[in-house]
């Protein structure tokens, strides 16, 4: 059994080797002959992230919950891949950013992952016939900067003892995502004591799959898993796949998604427009960032009444992701936002290669020649001051589309770019001082 179980690791792993040129950056999609799909992510080729399988959710709250019990995710904005690359990854560099998370949690949610998966991978493999596809290709903006990188055979020596210790306890046949059952309770009651038999009956119910009972009960899941065997294997319990658990606000945020989507199609002819309006292509969209309700009211209004679809976006968590969603003509962007500040936005907005040219008007209520520099640099194309006013909104619709009344896509050239050359004169402390 352990020679079996040697040559099937390394038989996954040296698949992986040759499927992975030396600098690889992209993905590997798995999917066995049930249709579960896995996600291996690399960057210049070591691995960065992986996911999928029947049980995506579920281990991610998991392994967050182990690593950073004190945050709850119920409170988070979650994403699908839809929206990037991968939402989990997403969320971990927010948090991180935002410094309510250490480097050192980060990691470890995702090494943890890496090895949870790839063990799924390798038992799969060993059960089950897997289709792989390896596909190169630039990976989305949270994943651009890599927060840990682990090479092939880093990830072989983590997973391998993992791996060889459940064969040789006989349960390579038992994946650890499978949840208890009890399956004869009466025979159950007449092998334990009453109070065994409750603890034990309140712990079943709660459907947990083995790794999520392991966690619960702080116990090893190895020897947890050998404890529960000797029931299955009489029949008094029996293991079951669970459901994955549910995508909390993903089905929110594609809802929005979805009903954008739904207004640019069919024009909707709700939106007001006056006799003063300009004349636009009604399918056009602005959206505006802004963390104040008001300030998006405004704007909204402003925007609707002259003619264009508007979406106002509060939270900046969500800006990058909804922006890559639905798509909009021209940005506003306010700089003072918590969690995420509008240079930031700016700055990942401008990495995507479908946004390199979008026209992003700063909203601030700063106009320093550093404010303006930090902005050229990364990427805004206007700058307005605060307060806000329909003159000046009106005359930024004025200079970014063509005569043809549409916006433009072109990147015009900024009026404060001869102040942002003088400016770039300053010491590199002060750029430094300044996180350019």
Not at 181 to 207: C, D, G, M, R, W
Not at 228 to 233: A, F, G, K, R
Not at 351 to 362: A, C, G, Q, T
Request: proline letters at 4%.
């Amino acid at each position: 059994m352990i020679s079996k179980t040697k040559q099937t690791t390394a038989r996954f792993f040296k698949h992986l080797i040759r499927l992975i040129p030396k600098q690889f950056t992209g993905k590997l999609e798995l999917q066995n002959t049930e249709e579960q799909k896995w996600q291996l992510y690399f960057d210049r080729g070591c691995l960065i992230w992986a996911t999928g399988g029947n049980s995506a959710w579920r281990r991610w709250r998991r392994i967050f919950t182990q690593f950073c019990p004190f945050i709850s995710l119920e409170t988070l904005s979650l994403y699908t891949h839809d929206v990037c690359e991968s939402w989990q990854y997403y969320i971990v560099n927010i948090l991180l950013k935002q410094e309510k998370i250490s480097l050192s949690q980060a990691i470890s949610i995702i090494n943890n992952t890496l090895v949870e998966v790839l063990f799924d991978l390798i038992q799969q493999d060993n059960l089950d016939t897997l289709q792989v596809t390896s596909i190169s290709c630039n990976l989305q903006a949270e994943m651009m900067q890599p927060i840990f990188r682990l090479s092939i055979y880093e990830a072989f020596e983590k997973v391998k003892p993992i791996w060889q210790d459940w064969c040789e306890a006989n349960l390579h046949n038992y994946s650890p995502n499978l949840a208890p059952v009890l399956n004869k309770p009466e025979t159950l009651k007449k092998h334990t004591s009453t109070l065994i038999y409750q603890k034990f009956q309140a712990l079943i119910s709660k459907k947990l799959t083995l790794r999520d009972l392991a966690f619960y009960l702080k116990q090893d899941l190895l020897s947890l898993t050998k404890k529960l065997i000797h029931y299955v294997t009489q029949g008094i319990i029996k293991l079951t796949v669970l459901p994955d658990l549910p995508a909390l606000a993903v089905v929110k945020f594609d809802a929005l998604a979805n009903e954008v989507k739904e207004i640019k199609k069919t024009n909707s002819p709700s939106l007001e427009t006056t006799k003063n309006s300009i004349s636009v292509d009604q399918t056009k969209l602005i959206a505006c960032i802004d963390n104040c309700p008001i300030i998006n009211t405004l704007i909204g209004k402003i925007i609707t009444k002259s003619g264009y679809l508007f979406i106002g976006i509060e939270k900046s968590t969500l800006a990058v992701p909804t922006v890559v969603q639905v798509k909009p003509d021209l940005i506003f962007l306010d700089i003072d936002m918590p969690v995420i500040n509008g240079y930031e936005v700016c700055s990942q907005i401008r990495k995507i290669p479908d946004f390199k040219n979008i026209p992003i008007v700063i909203l601030t209520g700063r106009d320093s020649m550093i404010d303006r520099v930090r902005a050229q640099f990364v990427g805004c194309s206007e700058f307005i001051n605060k307060p806000i006013s329909q003159e000046k909104i009106e005359a930024i619709f004025k200079k970014y589309r063509k005569d043809s009344g549409e916006v433009s896509i072109q990147l015009l050239v900024s009026p404060f770019r001869n102040a942002a050359q003088k400016a770039f004169s300053f010491s590199c402390g002060m750029l430094r001082k300044y996180k350019f």
